[in-house]
């Protein structure tokens, strides 16, 4: 079965400052793996997603994500937080070998301080 | 939140009442997924349809009904065998192709039982 892990419930980090939130998986194939971000009372906005190719990724808003097979791990990362950047993150994946189900992480609140 | 509409953004309930909620996409996808979240938990799924017609229990799909009659419309039944109904909905679709992975989330239904 496959999983995810978001070992932070929380990640502060003052603006300007770089900010990590971080996301490991388990899956039996070679994984689909996506970040998302949610603000309050709000729907999932896609952010970024690994299927191939370049292990680092770039996505919207400045975030990028390092795919790290041996360490199963997909951390999003962000060289300067802003403050704007204050939200609930999913990391999800999805076995493209398995059927068309995604799995997502419990999500880490990032609260960046002015 | 993309060409996905939920409606109603609140609802409220009665124990022992069923309740439907809705969810349209115009984005021409072919796949729709209802997700449940609450606090801590992130995202369960509660049932996914690939094609009209057809679908899939999720992993929390007990006291929940479905129904894919339309490309476009993936209403979600709460019914009264759903123990613990209060939680925020999300409506999910996406394309099935491996290069289109992404899904996109309605802004979600928050369903309180009072």
Not at chain 1, 27 to 32: A, D, E, H, K
Not at chain 1, 38 to 43: D, K, L, T
Not at chain 1, 71 to 79: A, I, N, R, V, W
Not at chain 2, 32 to 40: I, S, V
Request: aromatic share 14%.
């Amino acid at each position: 079965a496959q999983s995810v892990a978001q070992p932070e419930d929380q990640v502060n980090v003052a603006e300007g400052n770089p900010l990590t939130v971080k996301c490991t998986y388990s899956v039996s194939g070679n994984p689909y793996l996506f970040w998302y971000v949610q603000y309050p009372n709000r729907g999932l906005q896609f952010l970024l997603k690994y299927i191939t190719g370049d292990n680092l990724v770039k996505g919207s808003y400045g975030f990028e994500a390092e795919f790290n097979k041996s360490q199963t791990s997909f951390h999003l990362k962000k060289p300067s937080a802003l403050v704007s950047d204050s939200a609930l993150y999913f990391c999800a994946v999805r076995d493209p070998g398995g059927y068309q189900k995604v799995t997502f992480g419990t999500g880490t609140k990032l609260q960046v301080i002015p | 939140d993309g060409g996905i509409t939920q409606s109603p953004k609140y609802l409220f309930r009665k124990e022992g009442q069923n309740v439907t909620l809705s969810c349209e996409q115009n984005l021409n996808h072919d796949a729709m997924y209802w997700y449940r979240q609450d606090p801590g938990q992130g995202l369960r799924l509660i049932y996914y349809s690939q094609i009209v017609n057809d679908f899939q229990k999720g992993d929390i799909a007990e006291g929940y009904s479905v129904s894919r009659e339309k490309k476009e419309s993936f209403p979600l039944t709460v019914t009264s065998a759903q123990k613990n109904p209060t939680a925020f909905y999300l409506c999910a679709s996406r394309v099935l192709a491996a290069s289109t992975d992404t899904q996109y989330f309605g802004p979600g239904t928050r369903l309180t039982v009072l």
